[in-house]
């Protein structure tokens, strides 16, 4: 197995166990990530996402939560794999399990430099959304608008963490 295919089982097995921060050492300062809901830059907003998703699923769906990652395959700048995300959607309290195809390109230091995630958007509306999401999941209006919710809460994420970590700090 290659050791960039070695990075992406690491990357899935911490996130199966919701371990960010293990996720956190697969990425690269410079990592990129972009999926149906994200578009991101920069180490600290990827896995800013990838801390409120594991966090939120540990406090509000640990009962529904599972993922499943197959296909990994890798070589000394690129990969790939398929992953089965099962949860339940923390704004609806909906049941989802979501199939995504990631693609990945690695930096010379072995560490993701960009994550791609594509999945059926319309399929992910209709479970995480119900009604909405099956009449207007194939709409634009609708992608911008869960895009739009997307960055709202992690923006919001990121501002409590810092003031959290202010509170803590030193005098």
């Known amino acids: 197995m290659h050791a960039n295919a070695v990075t992406i089982t690491k990357f899935y097995t911490a996130f199966a166990q919701l371990d960010a921060d293990t996720m956190a050492q697969c990425y690269a300062e410079e990592a990129r990530f972009e ?38 395959q890798a070589d000394a700048t690129t990969g790939s ?7 339940r959607f ?10 995504i195809d990631a693609r ?7 560490l993701i430099a960009a994550h791609r995630d594509r999945f059926n958007f319309w399929d992910w ?21 869960v895009r739009q919710q ?8 990121l501002e409590s963490r810092k003031a959290g970590k202010a509170l803590n700090a030193p005098p």
């Open 125 to 145: 509306s209709r479970q995480a959304l119900g009604v909405p999401g099956l009449l207007l999941g194939w709409t634009p209006f609708l992608r911008s608008k």
């Open 150 to 157: 997307a960055a709202s809460n992690l923006q919001r994420f």
């Open 104 to 110: 990945f390109t690695f930096n010379e230091q072995g």
């Open 90 to 99: 923390s704004a609806t309290g909906r049941l989802v399990l979501n199939r």
């Open 81 to 87: 794999a398929h992953w089965d995300a099962h949860y």
């Open 35 to 72: 999926d149906e809901a994200f578009a991101l830059n920069g180490k600290s907003e990827v896995m800013g996402m990838w801390r409120m998703l594991t966090e939120t699923t540990r406090s509000k769906g640990l009962d529904a939560w599972r993922l499943e990652f197959s296909a990994v």
